[in-house]
């Protein structure tokens, strides 16, 4: 027997703005249970679609009764898949997640889709199910259903998340071409060789210095 739950989001503000603040969204006050993410693969399709897969590590603590079936030193941490699909023609993004560890105990997989509200152009919508199963004999009820409890507070948690990184994004200022960004980033590296060969200089010079009274003696 599997867990589902099948829920719909609005969050007041453009396909684009979301779709930029969903790379940008860890960290953030509300995701302190998120502890890394990396980008494993990259690739965009000959139709023009970005298709990217991430790891990450979340915290996730068992209730008391669970941590009294597995072993002391079983690592708390999960370690969650997501792959996305991103189609900016039609202005969709469809990801799904899912638990790579501790499978044994319980499995939750996502899929959420996000496209423009059909009410309003400007917001966007998100339709977010998942699936709790567990195969732990004689507890998977018990599991499920703690496991589908955890995953509406998250879900809470992640647009909690999503509405505080697109409030900092659209207070900021109007966010740079990727020309300005590695001009930015270039003109910082070559005030940082400058300023590592003025110090080495001056480093040489008082060296320099302290050696020349010794010279005289010789």
């Given amino acids: 027997m599997v867990k589902y739950f099948l829920g719909q989001s609005v969050l007041r503000s453009s396909w684009d703005q979301v779709f930029a603040a969903f790379w940008q969204r860890y960290p953030n006050p509300y995701s302190k249970h998120v502890l890394t993410e990396d980008i494993v693969h990259r690739e965009v399709t000959p139709d023009q679609k970005l298709l990217s897969r991430r790891l990450l590590t979340k915290t996730n603590r068992m209730p008391r009764w669970a941590e009294r079936l597995f ?62 199963s567990s195969s732990l004999f004689g507890v998977s009820r018990a599991v499920q259903e703690f496991g589908l409890a955890r995953f509406k507070s998250n879900v809470t948690k992640t647009m909690k998340g999503f509405e505080y990184i697109l409030a900092k994004l659209q207070g900021e200022a109007p966010s740079r071409t990727l020309a300005e960004t590695a001009k930015e980033a270039k003109e910082k590296a070559r005030e940082t060789a400058l300023a590592a060969t003025e110090k080495a200089k001056d480093l040489a010079s008082k060296a320099a210095s302290k050696q020349q009274p010794q010279q005289q003696f010789v």
Avoid: G, K
């Fill in 71 to 132: 072993p002391a030193n079983v690592a708390h941490s999960v370690y969650i898949l997501e792959d996305s699909i991103v189609d900016p023609q039609n202005q969709t993004m469809t990801t799904f997640t899912w638990n790579i560890n501790h499978a044994r105990l319980m499995v939750v997989e996502e899929r959420c889709v996000y496209c423009v509200n059909s009410d309003n152009s400007s917001w966007t919508e998100i339709r977010r199910e998942a699936w709790v």
